[in-house]
């Protein structure tokens, strides 16, 4: 009973904890325009369903290349399908897959990194080297090759992202536990006898757990920046499967006269990102870590 | 120092090696080999054995990876399979462009990011700062994709000053290149000169708030020969490191901006022969940009230990 | 001599915190420096000491405003003047010295350049004058050659030698004002003493005035002409030097030197209760009146003003200094100890211990060959007693904090055994240790912020032991770690607090408390007051003391600081570079003979008494390490023989008063050399 009132108390705390963080995001205002951007785009995707106002594939060619106007807001694109229902379905694919590729990847690179950073050694030296040379391989290429070879689907996608954008996660959480495990109150746990899971259960994850979430969070924007990329280059979700990126290839061609195709899935795209961007600043921020010094690897 | 030196450029040569290994087992492990994958449908009959037999598919791989590392060690990285053409043929001009366009977005880059980051690292919080930080902020997030169609919307569309797509052969001269690469150079330069600035920008006020500059402070040094003397010096040297991580992860954004201008550099070749399934030419490519990486990387760790006074000392001291 | 060279009216500077709020840290501070005169700040961190040196130079840190009064040099308001008018005084006539030279000085310059900048700046000199003038400083601050030292860059130089140089720096413009922010503060014992002497004789030499600040009043003792104490950003007293050292009239004054361990006398000193008010939490009240046991009604309402005493020449501020002038003298008392140690009841043993921390080099690796011979710590016997407290004292690199470790089984011994009760060898090896001995042995560390987990609560840091070992869950762990805080005297409401939330003495209390919780035999101390406050120093030492004669627990006490060791210590051990060179009863170490290296650094000791001098009988060379052969002390001996020290190990000889020392001088000669 005791225990369980102590557990209670705790995750209290916990959530205490998160809604101060939130508070201290929001008093600044490039946070909160970046949790509201952010809320918005969450939101919006899963709502669009339910009120995107057409079929986002029905082809018509009445309709081609139709300047704004009150029955299509954005317009239409080239192949008559209305510009307003796939930019607000556009963002769904984008939000999922680097969502959960930037869980994949703050998963593997925060084990590797902790992990790397408590053996130190030869062990260390290798697992980074073998890090680095995969990190000198453009994400793109690889990317790209993993793709073509294999596939579209989010199945590929997710996994692949969510490798290739852990690689700097890994770097982010082994600086930080060689900086924890020099502290000397993991040397009195050690001294104290305490069980290597243990400490790293109890001292050394909560010290760390900052820094890569905040890195994560960072990471989101850059995957997000790279999918797009994907798409754009014809290598993401395939047609006629919604995406920014792809309305933008798309519609690039047109752009002299049908500016309005491109101008909403940019306006969609960017917005997201920066929102994203935004918000893991103002996380940093609130929990006091400066990483505006760290390469984008 | 010399030892230092050569220790950097082994695992530099060390990374490479790894990196070759990778390329060469990722093609052996994904499904289909090159010929199959590149030939699809006719991979029957004598079409697919001459393409084996080409590629020396036939030999056991370990004996091919040996094979080419050697030839790639004397420069040599065979034939690619699309245009049945020695690839360093096909590389040799798209290098020479993509160098260009890497080079002029990096100096004019390198230099605008030191500017605006002491700029805004010496104004902090003051209006100059606020401003650039804002579009820094914008530049830096957006993808360069979106801002290549945004100025080819804008410049060469709604305004006509400069020519959207770059309609060049990939063998023009320096000159028929320059004066087709502006929106090229501005959409690269524009994330990458907001990544550095950034870093300036907090280098600098982290080197404002040590004891030393508090000192010269104290001792009477005029402003600005405090910042020129005291403050970049020591601001600048640990940028090196990061700045050239940034710019090997920019390489990714040139391909992009090639395919949005039409570039015929590297990057577009990078598409064109995943595209065709052109394996042994991506092979060569995951080789060269991979060299770009770990040379730029060089490069700044050499620039850092001759500049760096404590480890210049520490090193002729042993 | 009366000319007032700076002065400071009514100042005050604060800052404006999150919630909107005005905030000071330093107020309504009055004060005027003469010409040629040494005046001594003192203060705790935090009580706006700094911030008030800095002020003197028209400086004020970023964040930070001067909310009201000014700063009047030469008859001009050194806050109101622009950067272009401040460049021309700072420098050339107020000069500033700072704490920890390492990180003042540019790390990209030359020493050379740092100097010529100053000179270019403040002189007409040309070149060919001023490389002359650079090496006359270099000179004139007694570094070893000048003529290169000027070609080297900072990192090159040991702490005392970066002093130097920013000594030299600050004479370059030939001031008029030196201020001097703790400037030895970090420096080893006999480094601070020769630096220390250096500024006195530069005070001497170019007859400047000189602020010094320090929270060390054995520091400000030997330099001061005047006093000027700060609390909580207030000046409190201020008068004479031999005046505030012998007979202070402010209780917290008062208080303070009666809380500082001396080296003539045993036992430990007497300490102040509570800590510092924080700036924002001062009330109306006088700010002394939590821990001042003269308060009356009347100071918890109303804050006194600083009031001049004519007779005395005097400022205080207090409202019951009189009382305080009726004791007439600071009389130290001290709180002797109760002897708790078991003669002949061995708990630990260490029998030809050496440790080493070279690392293998490659190749001896491949040949698999330990390649260091000459080991970081060497030749370690040491026998400890139940209930005894053992201190190992040395300056930086001696390898006491080293020996620590190994004992905790942190670091692997090179040779030699650790004997645990019963003979039991203890192995080396942390991993094959028993569990049961892992928590009879526990560890208490210099630095409490780096010590304590900041992500935990005080009621997680204590779980963690008690869990560990005895198993403890619900309401027996509760209750156990309520009974662990008022033992180290914290009330149960600290359970929820996080170390960020508390004091520094608050924080160390907790670390003291872990250590407890796991009932051990023995507790190694790693400096474990060099972090704290001096008010706040004695009352740990007195809460160690008192936990030790309740529980019987033994003490292996690591410090620097010799009156500290004196204070708590029943035995005293003196290392220098790794090896022993005396032990014996400490009441017996701190007389004569001595092993000259002991002589050294006690001699090095500065006592908050104008009247006791510091004997500066060797050069403060930095060794990096320990000699290949012969005595560990032969590169600084005063008193070195020739050829013998170099070559053989110096034998151990027991004095008469049973404190053994390793020297190649006879003993009693020894003793004659030492009583001159």
Not at chain 3, 285 to 312: I, M
């Amino acid at each position: 009973m005791q225990s369980d009132l102590a557990t209670n108390n705790k995750q209290k705390n916990n959530f205490e904890k998160v809604l101060e963080i939130l508070k201290t995001m929001a008093l600044k205002p490039s946070g909160f325009i970046g949790l509201s951007i952010l809320i918005f785009h969450i939101l919006l995707a899963l709502m669009s369903p339910y009120i995107a106002p057409y079929d986002y594939k029905a082809i018509s060619p009445n309709t081609m290349l139709l300047a704004p106007s009150a029955e299509h807001w954005f317009g239409t694109d080239s192949l008559g399908r209305d510009v307003f229902t796939r930019t607000i379905l556009g963002g769904r694919t984008a939000l999922t897959v680097t969502f959960f590729g930037s869980l994949i990847a703050l998963l593997w690179g925060g084990l590797l990194g902790i992990f790397c950073g408590l053996v130190g050694g030869k062990i260390d030296d290798v697992v980074m080297r073998v890090v680095d040379a995969f990190l000198s391989i453009p994400w793109i290429l690889a990317m790209l090759l993993i793709v073509s070879l294999l596939g579209t689907s989010t199945q590929v996608l997710i996994p692949a992202l969510g490798f290739f954008y852990g690689k700097g996660i890994v770097r982010v959480a082994r600086a930080a536990t060689h900086d924890v495990i020099a502290k000397d109150f993991i040397v009195s746990a050690r001294a104290r006898g305490h069980s290597n899971m243990s400490i790293i259960w109890n001292e050394i994850i909560p010290n760390v757990r900052d820094a890569i979430l905040v890195e994560g969070a960072m990471r989101w924007s850059w995957m997000l920046l790279g999918f797009s990329s994907l798409s754009f280059l014809g290598f993401g979700v395939s047609p006629p499967t919604p995406d920014w990126g792809l309305m933008i290839s798309n519609a690039r061609g047109l752009m002299s006269f049908a500016y309005w195709s491109v101008i909403a899935p940019i306006v969609g795209l960017s917005s997201l990102i920066i929102g994203i961007n935004l918000t893991a600043d103002a996380f940093a921020k609130a929990l006091g870590i400066d990483r505006s010094t760290k390469a984008p690897v | 120092m010399l030892l230092l030196i050569l220790k950097r450029i082994g695992l530099g040569l060390i990374t490479l090696f790894i990196v070759s290994l990778i390329t060469f087992v990722g093609v052996e492990v994904l499904p289909g080999d090159a010929c199959t994958t590149y030939l699809e449908r006719e991979a029957y009959g004598p079409a697919l054995d001459a393409c084996i037999k080409r590629l020396g598919l036939d030999i056991p791989s370990y004996q091919r990876y040996l094979d080419w590392a050697a030839n790639v060690v004397r420069g040599d990285f065979g034939y690619s399979l699309s245009g049945e053409m020695p690839i360093n043929e096909v590389l040799g001009p798209r290098v020479k462009n993509s160098l260009v366009l890497a080079s002029v977005s990096i100096l004019i880059g390198i230099p605008l990011a030191i500017v605006l980051g002491i700029i805004t690292a010496l104004w902090r919080d003051k209006l100059p700062d606020i401003i650039i930080s804002t579009i820094t902020i914008f530049s830096m997030t957006i993808p360069e994709f979106i801002s290549a169609t945004l100025l080819i919307l804008i410049v060469a569309i709604w305004l006509g000053w400069l020519p959207g797509i770059v309609i060049i052969p990939s063998d023009a001269t320096f000159y028929e290149l320059l004066s087709n690469i502006i929106l090229p150079v501005v959409a690269i330069s524009m994330i990458m000169t907001a990544h550095m600035a950034r870093m300036v920008r907090s280098s600098v006020i982290q080197v404002m708030a040590s004891d030393y500059v508090q000192m010269a402070i104290l001792k009477g040094v005029p402003y600005w020969k405090m910042v020129f003397r005291h403050v970049l010096p020591n601001a600048l040297l640990p940028a090196i490191n990061v700045v050239a991580l940034t710019i090997a992860w920019l390489l990714g954004g040139v391909v992009v901006t090639e395919v949005v201008f039409n570039y015929p550099g590297l990057g577009r070749l990078v598409i064109e022969s995943i595209s065709n399934r052109d394996l042994p030419v991506v092979q060569a490519l995951a080789i060269i940009l991979a060299s770009i990486y770990v040379g730029i990387n060089l490069i700044a760790d050499l620039m850092t230990l001759m500049l760096n006074p404590r480890l210049k000392s520490l090193q002729i001291k042993k | 001599m009366n000319e007032i060279i700076e002065s400071v009216k009514n100042l005050s500077i604060g800052f404006n915190s999150q919630t909107g709020k005005q905030i000071s840290i330093l107020r309504n501070v009055t004060t005027n420096i003469k010409k040629g005169e040494t005046v001594g700040i003192v203060g705790e961190s935090g009580s706006g000491k700094s911030t008030l040196a800095l002020a003197m130079m028209g400086y004020i840190k970023q964040g930070l405003f001067a909310l009201e009064g000014e700063c009047i040099f030469k008859s001009e308001d050194l806050l109101k003047m622009n950067s272009r008018q401040l460049e021309k005084i700072r420098g050339r006539k107020i000069a500033m010295i700072p704490q920890n030279a390492g990180q003042a000085l540019t790390p990209n310059l030359k020493i050379g350049y740092q100097i010529d900048e100053a000179l270019k700046l403040h002189t007409d000199l040309n070149k060919n004058e001023r490389d002359n003038k650079i090496s006359e400083l270099l000179n004139k601050v007694r570094l070893p050659s000048p003529e290169t030292m000027a070609f080297r860059y900072p990192h090159e130089l040991s702490g005392g030698q970066q002093q130097r140089v920013a000594v030299a720096m600050a004479l370059a413009g030939k001031p008029d004002l030196l201020l001097l922010d703790e400037p030895t503060t970090g420096l080893d014992v006999t480094t601070q003493a020769h630096v220390l002497e250096l500024l006195r004789f530069i005070a001497k030499d170019t007859g400047t005035s000189m602020i010094y600040v320090s929270h060390d009043l054995g520091a400000i003792a030997q330099v001061s002409d005047r006093i000027v104490v700060m609390y909580a950003g207030e000046i409190v007293l201020e008068g004479p030097a031999r005046k505030i050292l012998k007979e202070p009239i402010h209780p917290y004054t008062f208080g303070l030197l009666k809380s500082i361990p001396k080296l003539s006398l045993t036992g430990l000193p007497d300490s102040m209760p509570g800590s510092q008010p924080q700036p924002g939490s001062i009330s109306d009240g006088c700010s002394f009146y939590e821990r001042c046991n003269l308060a009356s009604d009347k100071c918890k309402n109303n804050s006194p003003e600083l009031e001049y005493l004519n007779n005395l020449d005097t400022s205080v501020r207090c409202f019951n200094h009189k009382d305080l002038i009726q004791e007439n003298k600071l009389h130290h008392s001290t709180i002797t100890r109760k002897d708790t140690v078991q003669k002949n009841n061995n708990v630990l043993n260490l029998k030809d211990v050496s440790i080493t921390y070279a690392k293998q080099k490659f190749f001896d690796q491949l040949l698999n060959k330990i390649s260091d011979e000459n080991p970081t710590v060497k030749d370690i016997n040491l026998d400890i007693n139940k209930g005894e407290t053992i201190a190992l004292v040395g300056e930086s690199g001696s390898g006491k904090s080293t020996i620590l470790k190994s004992i905790a089984g942190l670091l692997k011994t090179k040779d030699g055994q650790i004997k645990f009760i019963n003979e039991r060898i203890l192995s080396s090896d942390l991993k094959l240790r028993d569990p049961n001995d892992l928590r009879a042995i526990q560890l208490i560390f210099q630095n409490p912020d780096e010590s304590l987990n900041p992500n935990h609560t005080v009621e997680q840091i204590l779980t963690q032991p008690l869990k560990l070992y005895f198993n403890l869950t619900g309401n027996e762990l509760k209750k156990n770690i309520i009974d662990l805080l008022k033992k180290v005297r914290l009330g149960e409401f600290y359970m929820s607090r996080y170390p960020r939330q508390l004091s520094g003495g608050e924080k160390q209390r907790v670390a003291v408390a872990r250590a407890f919780a796991a009932k051990p035999d023995i507790i190694l101390c790693d400096e474990v007051t060099s972090a704290l406050d001096v008010s706040v120093q004695a009352a740990v030492l007195n809460l160690l003391q008192k936990l030790k004669e309740d529980l019987g627990t033994t003490y292996i006490f690591v410090s620097h600081d010799l009156a500290v060791v004196r204070a708590i210590s029943d035995r005293v051990a003196v290392l220098y570079q790794g090896r022993l060179c005396e032990i014996g009863p400490s009441q017996n170490v701190y007389n004569y003979p001595s092993h000259p290296y002991t002589e050294v650094l006690l001699g090095a000791v500065l006592e908050p008494d104008p009247d006791i001098k510091p004997k500066l009988v060797a050069e403060d060379i930095v060794e990096e390490k320990p000699p290949e052969k012969g005595c560990s002390f032969q590169g600084r001996c005063p008193r070195k023989l020739g050829d013998i020290c170099n070559k053989e190990v110096p034998p151990w000889q027991i004095g008469e008063n049973g404190n053994a020392i390793r020297c190649h001088i006879k003993i009693n000669e020894l003793k004659n050399l030492q009583n001159v």
